[in-house]
């Protein structure tokens, strides 16, 4: 074995350092490098999925939706496997240099496997289970749809036809017979990967079809396959009893509740199937027909999309007494058009409630204001619409529609106290889950209002700066502002307190009105104590912005003249959703500011999650400068990440230099610009194959590169400011600006301007003298963000001046929607969108700033002078940006 010195041998050898007879040569180093950048590229991808994964478990954190263990492992299991190939995809990239990252990612799964076999839930549950037995606990058994009606009639007491669920324990019973999970796994394997997705042409064709035809055939499978006969007698026998209870034969509706099914972080919702009038005699073809649904191509797509086993998702089924319906429909706890609208929204049609779930039919529109302490319901706005037909069981199984005479069809399906009393259960829906509710429902023959179905509403985002202000001046209070922008909702109260220098922070007291010009991020530090923030200018993706949002401080931008319009220590209420400032304090506002408190905090589910999570979440390497940015201090999933991204590119830019490869991997760019500029082409990056040592604009194919340089020449650099000059600054000038710098002249790989780019990647490394700034920027596809990321840090003045013009850039870049985080004089900005145009004028903006950045700590000699430079850098941008299509 010792004597084998191959291709891939003397490569191992050279990059570990050994000894060899016969050093790699270049065109193997070349080779090398390319499965290098594809190294690279995994990794890239690996790091997204992984980040992905861990915004869906911070939105579980939240607790106001319902989920079982089934989606905390399955999460857990997810972000472990794209750690893991992150990892693997850094070992190959550079063999050897990180194989300890594998024993901190086993000390944390071992972790974190330990938390989740600590509170594992063993499926020893009946094989059905009445609605009267379960509630919101028992989602790892029921499914949260069916959790959620058990609960609302166990617990809340509220109107709910009387069922029955077949849980989990009935769906494993079901798949063991005949061993069939066994058999539609190895089906799986041969599903087309998600590579297939993006394809094109007749390869898009052939996997749409192979993976309909595998869908189709797992589901005739399981629709064939017997119903085991404990779990058939327990589910007629559960049907019996329901006929019983009735006082005769009943007709029942059948629903899937899989489990993770309207969960946090996951949209099964309409993906699988309901079934409706099905008679006693269909019960076991009807449970069939659901679980099978479980194995639509939709369904299948979105799991291995997300990385969910197939056999994590177990198919609970409900069933529940069919309501002989006179009327049905939909309604809306709030208004989901405005957040700030507490009216109850109805749709409603004659029969059933199918009409409206499907649009087939013109709906009633009923508005409801609820009641108060001061006025009953009423409704305050009702729109009768023609409906010519209606929904009903038919006489045998299943739904047929019946024509209406002209004078029932105009008539409004419900009256306005129906209508008040839907309002009045949905205000106790919303007070029992603490948020806006999704909420189907029937009225039967008698009158009597059922509740069939229940979800967490999704409500629209706040007002855009343009739209008109959502709510009406309140009686009796003195408004003294309306407009500005919502960048965090809510209502606060408290003295104002003007900050306009960073002193000012040490005297900021608890629970005032924090009211800066700027939204700087030098003011999150004052958040957890704020009760509210105004600020003159700021973007709502901005940093302070997030952090105001995440301590859920009321916060309200774009406020002209705020640090003079309201003066120090002026009590105020800001309704920061409503746009407006009143001075004094506003009960009626403020008695709306409560946020509500998660329905599933202090569950064992949710501190199981939040418990897990300790593992994944916290981000402990920031500074990938510091002696603490190492392997043996990644404590987290989300510390390997930032290592591995952060190793990976240092180690993509100093590939050349450390193995001799720099003057062919690298091509240096032809341009006007009196500086050097290299090109390192990944993988598709170039027009053409470029034998040359140079390379110029017209031969780059990557986007995020054309934008980037298109930001660096768009407005010409006056050179460096008065303040600069001296005989440290001619120096740093000199070895910045002379175009005769040759490729020979003294400086690691590093040094230089560098981009590594490829058709959909750009990361330029750039050090103009004493200051470094990175620039990364991926253009996604599918559903997933695209994002311009900047670094920037260091400099030749003092550490106040170093800081100044940090928060300088950092106040640019938040007016254009960048998120920012200053540390120091060291700043990190991100801007995400799912659109391309805007992340390509965000490059330009970045390649600006580059530009226009260097050597301005030498003149920040205050906050004055920052402010001149501000605006100049603002217009300059406009202007850049006013003739570019596509441009936010």
């Not at 193997?28 to 999925?49: C, D, I, P």
């Not at 299943?398 to 949905?426: H, V």
């Not at 930032?642 to 240092?650: D, G, K, N, T």
């Not at 341009?671 to 040359?692: A, Y």
Request: aromatic residues 6%; negative net charge; proline residues 5%.
């Amino acid at each position: 074995m010792e004597q084998r010195t191959g291709f891939f041998g003397r490569i191992r050898q050279a990059l570990t350092g050994g000894r060899s007879c016969q050093a790699p040569s270049q065109e193997e180093l070349r080779t090398l490098f390319a499965s290098r950048s594809q190294a690279f590229a995994r990794v890239l991808e690996a790091n997204g999925k992984a980040l992905e994964i861990m915004s869906d478990l911070e939105e579980a954190l939240r607790g106001r939706s319902i989920f079982g263990m089934s989606f905390v492992r399955a999460s857990c299991t997810a972000v472990g496997v794209n750690v893991f190939k992150l990892v693997r995809a850094l070992c190959e990239l550079e063999p050897g240099r990180y194989d300890a990252l594998y024993e901190r990612l086993s000390a944390i799964q071992a972790g974190i496997d330990e938390t989740l076999s600590r509170r594992q839930q063993v499926r020893d549950v009946p094989l059905v289970l009445r609605f009267d037995e379960i509630d919101r606990t028992s989602s790892d058994h029921t499914g949260g749809k069916m959790a959620n009606l058990g609960d609302m009639r166990s617990r809340i007491k509220l109107p709910v036809p009387d069922g029955f669920v077949v849980t989990a324990s009935g769906f494993d019973a079901f798949m063991a017979a005949g061993d069939l999970q066994a058999e539609i796994n190895a089906r799986l394997q041969s599903m087309p990967d998600d590579s297939s997705a993006t394809a094109t042409g007749d390869e898009a064709e052939h996997s749409l079809d192979a993976r309909f035809r595998l869908a189709s055939e797992i589901q005739q499978r399981i629709m064939a396959a017997p119903v085991p006969a404990a779990l058939a007698e327990a589910i007629l026998s559960a049907y019996d009893r329901l006929c019983a209870d009735a006082g005769g034969t009943v007709r029942v509706s059948m629903r899937s509740s899989a489990l993770g099914e309207d969960a946090a972080g996951t949209t099964f919702a309409g993906q699988f199937k309901s079934l409706l009038n099905v008679p006693r005699e269909n019960l076991l073809d009807a449970y069939r027909e659901i679980v099978a649904s479980k194995h639509t191509l939709h369904a299948m797509t979105y799991r291995l999309n997300r990385g969910i086993r197939d056999e994590d998702v177990a198919m609970c089924v409900g069933c529940m007494t069919l309501v002989d319906a006179r009327a049905g429909g939909v309604m809306y706890s709030r208004n989901p058009l405005d957040v700030r609208d507490a009216s109850v929204v109805i749709n409603s049609v004659w029969g059933l409630p199918t009409a409206v779930v499907d649009g087939t039919t013109p709906t009633d529109l009923f508005v409801v204001s609820p009641a108060t302490a001061h006025a009953p319901a009423s409704v305050r706005e009702r729109v009768i619409k023609h409906k010519d037909s209606r929904t009903v069981p038919d006489e045998g199984e299943g739904l047929r529609r019946e024509a209406l005479d002209e004078a029932e069809a105009a008539l409004p399906s419900i009256s306005d106290e129906t209508a008040c009393e839907l309002a009045r259960l949905a205000g106790m829906l919303e007070d029992a889950y603490a948020g806006p509710q999704d909420i189907e429902w029937a009225v039967d023959q008698a009158g009597k209002v059922f509740l069939l179905q229940c979800r967490p509403l999704q409500q629209m985002a706040s007002p855009d700066a343009g739209a008109p202000l959502s709510r009406a001046v309140v009686p009796g209070a003195t408004e003294l502002f309306a407009g500005g922008v919502t960048a965090s909702p809510g209502v606060g109260y408290g003295p104002v307190f003007v900050a306009r220098r960073e002193v000012d922070a040490l005297r900021f007291p608890e629970g005032a009105v924090l009211v800066a010009s700027m939204a700087l991020p030098r003011w999150a530090a004052l958040l957890s104590r704020a009760s509210a923030l105004v600020t003159e200018q700021g973007g709502i993706t901005g940093h302070l912005a997030n952090v105001a949002r995440e301590f859920g401080v009321p916060a309200l931008f774009d406020v002209p003249d705020a640090t003079t319009r309201f003066a120090e220590g002026q009590p105020v209420t800001v309704d920061a959703l409503g746009r407006r400032v009143f001075e004094g304090r506003v009960e009626e506002l403020l008695a709306q500011a409560e946020p509500p408190p998660s329905v599933m905090a202090g569950s064992p589910v949710y501190e199981t999650l939040r418990e897990a999570t300790r593992l994944i979440l916290p981000l402990n390497l920031t500074d990938p400068e510091s002696t603490d940015f190492r392997i043996a201090n990644c404590a987290t999933y989300h510390d390997i990440t930032r290592y591995a991204h952060e190793m990976s590119v240092r180690d993509m830019f100093e590939f050349g230099s450390r193995h001799g490869l720099s003057s062919q991997a690298s091509k240096q760019l032809v341009c006007d610009v009196p500086m050097q500029w290299w090109v390192i082409n990944l993988d598709d990056g170039f027009n053409r194959e470029i034998s040359e040592r140079f390379v110029r604009l017209e031969d780059i194919a990557s986007p995020p590169m054309l934008a980037i340089w298109e930001g660096i020449v768009a407005v010409p650099w006056a050179g460096p400011p008065a303040a600069s000059a001296g005989s440290m600054m001619s120096v740093f000038l000199q070895a910045t600006m002379n175009p005769e710098l040759g490729e020979g002249c003294g400086g690691g790989f590093c040094e230089r301007n560098v981009f590594m780019i490829s058709r959909r990647y750009a990361c330029l490394n750039s050090r103009f003298g004493f200051h470094f700034t990175t620039i990364e920027s991926m253009l996604s596809e599918g559903d997933f963000d695209s994002y311009a990321g900047f670094k920037f840090s260091g400099g030749a003045a003092d550490e106040r001046r170093r800081v100044l013009r940090a928060e300088l850039i950092g106040e640019v870049l938040e007016h254009f929607d960048f998120q920012v985080k200053i540390r120091g004089d060291n700043l990190f900005a991100k801007a995400e969108s799912r659109r391309h145009d805007f992340v390509l004028d965000r490059l330009r903006i970045l390649g600006y700033l580059l530009v226009h950045t260097r050597q301005i700590d030498m003149a920040m000699a205050d906050r004055g002078a920052a402010d001149v430079l501000r605006e100049k850098m603002l217009a300059d941008i406009r202007s850049m940006l006013s003739g570019k299509e596509g441009t936010a």
